[in-house]
């Protein structure tokens, strides 16, 4: 049972399930990427169990991660949101504009003067083409779609001129899904992919899936192939998943909140074991569930010694990221290699000529490597250093493949498994950018 501190405004402490804590409405959500939100690894979500874990990974060893819907490709490209309200095609890239979605013209003027040409181009000629294709849509399927400017086509923008990591050679404004909000800027629902898949072969139908620069496309529906060494890996994988559950007695019914709180529990035992149980807890909140505002510093320092307050401010400023990273990398490394191995027995990519995209990617991640060795900063030969080992430990360079990852539903939620992409990013990023 996970329960939740509280201070009341006489400092007298109150429990409250934990789990009615998590379904309070003023928890924030955790959103990246703007307004297309956060899709989790396995290993994010917290309510999944060490069972629900197994599950995936002999799933993804046997390639059958269609749990619900099919699997699909998640692509490294640029992320809009696009309606249809009172007839006009409309945009969005965050919650102020899915609120009051931009017209063509609008849209367009926000990226006048961006100091990126391509990056321009990419946003400007896709608003262009889907303001025009958008409209050929049935008006029954548009207010079916979008309700009048409420619910938004998720889509993703891969222009040949303008790559992240991954080189498509081609143009297309790829569909995901729809986006439900309440009207005010919030997504309070996600349907299924089936609307993207059926607008996007309307449009065909109708001759208006090719605009003057992009294609209309549907999630692409990646292929995957039972893994060789099936029997060998998922014992592997699942006697490394047993040995977290284990660590703190464990069952495959537990989640891996529980597993976190614990985690959390030892970490602040060992670091602090003369404090207050009271202030335990508090720290244990604002830790490991990220609630500052029970546990603050000025409440601290009415409770606890000069000295304990320097020791907890100097853990909460200097230490607590890499305690973060230490608490999850272990569960990552699994779900990282595993979705290594998946992706290398997945096929149907949307690159052109993946197999020529993977020769490149390891060849500049390779050359840009040895030169940061040679030339780089103390700093950013650390950083490398770090990323090639992370690397090394979920596949090596022949775990780098032509796509971001892939994507899969389980219970209602949606995951991706992205294997080695995550190193090859920070690897690319302090390549290019020192940082």
């Known amino acids: 049972m996970h329960y939740k501190v509280e201070w009341d405004h006489n400092n007298m ?12 409405e003023s928890q924030p959500l955790l959103l990246e990427g703007g307004a297309a939100g956060h899709m989790n690894h396995p290993f994010d979500d917290k309510g999944l169990t060490f069972g629900d874990l197994k599950k995936m990974v002999e799933a993804g060893l046997s390639g059958n991660l ?18 249809i309200q009172d007839d006009i095609v409309k945009f969005a890239r965050n919650k102020t504009e899915l609120k009051n979605p931009m017209t063509l013209s609008q849209f367009k003027d926000k990226f006048e003067g961006h100091p990126s040409e391509a990056v321009k181009e990419t946003f400007q000629f896709a608003a262009e083409d889907l ?7 049935p008006k029954n399927k548009q207010q079916e779609y979008f309700n009048n400017g409420n619910d938004f086509m998720n889509m993703e923008l891969i222009y040949s001129q303008n790559p992240n990591v991954i080189r498509y050679d ?12 309440d009207g005010n800027g919030n997504i309070i629902g996600e349907g299924s992919k089936k609307a993207a898949y059926e607008a996007a072969k309307i449009l065909k139908s109708v001759e208006a899936d090719m605009g003057k620069v992009f294609k209309i ?22 006697k490394r998943i047993n ?4 660590q703190y007695s464990l069952g495959d019914t537990d989640t891996i909140s529980k597993y976190n709180e614990m985690w959390w529990k030892d970490q602040i035992e060992k670091s602090f074991p003369g404090l207050d149980q009271s202030v335990k807890n508090g720290l244990l909140l604002r830790w490991a569930y990220n609630d500052k505002k029970t546990m603050n510093m000025r409440d601290l320092s009415k409770i606890v010694s000069p000295s304990e307050l320097t ?3 100097k853990f909460d400023k200097e230490d607590l990221k890499l305690k973060y990273k230490e608490n999850v990398e272990p569960l990552a490394d699994i779900f990282l290699e595993v979705g290594s191995i998946v992706l290398k027995n997945a096929s149907q990519f949307l690159a052109t000529s993946p197999d020529k995209e993977a020769i490149r990617l390891r060849t500049e991640i390779q050359q840009a490597a040895n030169s940061i060795k040679k030339t780089g900063s103390p700093n950013q030969i650390e950083k490398v250093a770090k990323e090639l080992e992370r690397l090394d430990r979920i596949g090596g360079i022949n775990a780098v493949l032509p796509t971001e990852g892939i994507v899969f539903s389980y219970d209602g939620k949606i995951y991706k498994l992205t294997g080695a992409f995550a190193a090859i990013n920070q ?8 940082s």
């Open 13 to 24: 402490k109150r429990i409250m399930l934990f789990e009615q804590w998590l379904a309070v």
């Open 66 to 83: 269609n749990f619900e819907e099919d699997i699909t490709e998640k692509t490294d490209g640029q992320n809009v949101f696009a309606t």
């Open 131 to 137: 303001a025009k294709q958008l409209t050929k849509l």
């Open 170 to 181: 081609t143009d297309v404004i790829q569909f995901h899904g729809i986006k439900k909000t």
């Open 217 to 238: 496309i549907p999630p692409k529906i990646i292929q995957l192939r039972k893994d060789i060494d099936f029997s060998k890996n998922k014992d592997k994988f699942i």
């Open 243 to 246: 040995i977290l559950r284990n």
């Open 311 to 313: 020791a907890i401010k």
């Open 427 to 434: 690897l690319l990023g302090i390549i290019r950018y020192g």
